[in-house]
C-alpha cells in the first residue's frame, strides 16, 4: 500500500510513510471489510460515514506538516484510522466525531491498539475543542461551504489547517491555510476531493 498508492503517487515525507506503514488499517475497518483494508479507496464504517482513502490520509498529514511535539485537532473521527496515524507525527491529537456511536467505538479501539496520545470527544467537531486551543494544526476530514470560524480562531500563529472545501454533491478542493503571526490567513489549493459533508449539530 505505501510503496504503490501513496510513495508511489507522490508522498514524500519520510515520517508520514513510516506512520501509515506501521498503523495497522484492517483494525479500523469492519471484519468482513478486511481484506480490502489496504485498497486504496474509502471504505463504510456505518452512520453514512467512510474511512479515508490512505493516500488521501497521508496526503494531508504530508500537507500539515506535522512535528513530533504538535497539538492537534481532528474533525472527523470516523473509525479512529487517521488519528492513529497522525499521532505518530505529532505530541498529542484531539480529535472530534459526530457521531456518538462512531466516537465510542474509536475510543475504544485506539487505546486497545495503545495510542496513548489521542483524545477522543463526541460532539460537534466545526465547532472544534477550544478547551484544548491553540493548535499547531487541524485537520478536517469532511467538506464545507468554508472553512467554519471556530477552527480558524482556534489555529495558533504558524499553524497549519487542512480541509476539504466545496458542496457535498459539486467540486471540492483540498484547502491549505496557513495562519500568519499576525493572524493573517493564507490560502492554497492542494487539488480536487470528495469527502462527505461536514454537518454540524
Not at 498529542?92 to 456518538?100: D, I, P
Not at 485506539?110 to 495510542?115: E, F, I, K
Amino acid at each position: 500500500m505505501v510503496r504503490r498508492h501513496i510513495a508511489g503517487r507522490g508522498i514524500s515525507d519520510a515520517r508520514v510513510l513510516d506512520a501509515m506503514a506501521a498503523v495497522p488499517r484492517e483494525r479500523f475497518v469492519e471484519r468482513s471489510l478486511s481484506h480490502r483494508a489496504y485498497a486504496d479507496g474509502p471504505l463504510p464504517i456505518g452512520h453514512g460515514q467512510t474511512i479515508s482513502q490512505p493516500y488521501v490520509v497521508a496526503w494531508m498529514a504530508e500537507a500539515a506538516e506535522l512535528g513530533t511535539g504538535d497539538r492537534v485537532l481532528e474533525v472527523g473521527t470516523g473509525s479512529g484510522y487517521a488519528a492513529a496515524v497522525l499521532s505518530r507525527l505529532a505530541g498529542t491529537v484531539y480529535t472530534v466525531e459526530r457521531h456518538r456511536m462512531l466516537a465510542e467505538e474509536a475510543l475504544q479501539r485506539l487505546s486497545v491498539l495503545g495510542y496513548g496520545n489521542v483524545r477522543v470527544r463526541h460532539g460537534d467537531g466545526s465547532l472544534g475543542w477550544g478547551r484544548h486551543a491553540p493548535y499547531d494544526a487541524i485537520l478536517v476530514a469532511a467538506a464545507g461551504p468554508r472553512v467554519p470560524r471556530a477552527l480558524r480562531d482556534q489555529l495558533g500563529p504558524g499553524g497549519r489547517l487542512v480541509m476539504p472545501v466545496g458542496s457535498h454533491c459539486g467540486r471540492q478542493r483540498l484547502t491549505l491555510e496557513r495562519r500568519g503571526r499576525s493572524g493573517n490567513f493564507k490560502r492554497e489549493e492542494l487539488g480536487a476531493v470528495r469527502f462527505v459533508p461536514l454537518i454540524p449539530h
